[in-house]
T-cell receptor, first 116, second 115 residues
Framework: GAVVSQHPSRVICKSGTSVKIECRSL??????MFWYRQFPKQSLMLMAT?????????EQGVEKDKFLINHASLTLSTLTVTSAHPEDSSFYIC????????????FGEGSRLTVL | AQKVTQAQTEISVVEKEDVTLDCVYE???????LFWYKQPPSGELVFLIR??????QNEISGRYSWNFQKSTSSFNFTITASQVVDSAVYFC????????????FGGGTRLMVKP
């Protein structure tokens, strides 16, 4: 079946540095990918919609300058947490589905970010 | 806007007991999909089921069964003869048809199955 892969699965960084997380669709093309954030013991909250070839759409309350999203190809979206701070520590997970598909959803393995 | 409510934040059962996880949703969409996902401690989301709003048939898959009641906007999930490996957080989610992968998740239910 279709697979979505995220990298890295875990990252620890110092406060003030930037971290890039990749989300790849391995065997299908995805014009749209979604980025979610999950704080400990909480639900997944949609952060932004990544659109291939155009700007991402951010949910209310999500700083676009803080969380840079680039969807340069039909199989890759990247989320960059800029100038990370401890409060950005979270589990980030992406999802994607085949272009033209109906309700088929595939999630990446997730990336756990810890900012010291 | 959609809303998904999982009223049970934590459930604890003893192995072999049956357990039902509740999910209630609110939507103005006429066509939509409902999902259940399992999230074990490792974090990845494990897909369990997708249900189209037009299909109200209940579904059974091994020890898992789902009851979709459109009249009450509920999509409950039952695990029969629970096992320790069922311990995880379970999420119910909704997406309007045509919204791609944009899911609205419920708060999740943490299920603990004790031996």
């Amino acid at each position: 079946g279709a697979v979505v892969s995220q990298h890295p699965s875990r990252v620890i960084c110092k406060s003030g540095t930037s971290v890039k997380i990749e989300c790849r669709s391995l065997d299908f093309q995805a014009t749209t990918m979604f980025w979610y954030r999950q704080f400990p013991k909480q639900s997944l909250m949609l952060m932004a919609t990544s659109n291939e070839g155009s700007k991402a759409t951010y949910e209310q309350g999500v700083e676009k300058d803080k969380f840079l999203i680039n969807h340069a190809s039909l199989t890759l979206s990247t989320l960059t947490v800029t100038s990370a701070h401890p409060e950005d520590s979270s589990f980030y997970i992406c999802s994607a589905g085949p272009a033209g598909g109906t309700g088929e959803l595939f999630f990446g393995e997730g990336s756990r970010l810890t900012v010291l | 806007a959609q809303k998904v409510t999982q009223a049970q934040t934590e459930i604890s059962v003893v192995e072999k007991e049956d357990v039902t996880l509740d999910c209630v949703y609110e939507t103005r969409d006429t066509t939509y999909y409902l999902f259940w996902y399992k999230q074990p401690p490792s974090g990845e989301l494990v897909f369990l089921i997708r249900r189209n709003s037009f299909d109200e048939q209940n579904e059974i898959s091994g020890r898992y069964s789902w009851n979709f009641q459109k009249s009450t906007s509920s999509f409950n999930f039952t695990i029969t003869a629970s096992q320790v490996v069922d311990s995880a957080v379970y999420f119910c989610a909704h997406t309007p048809q045509g919204a791609g992968n944009m899911l609205t998740f419920g708060g999740g239910t943490r299920l603990m199955v004790k031996p």
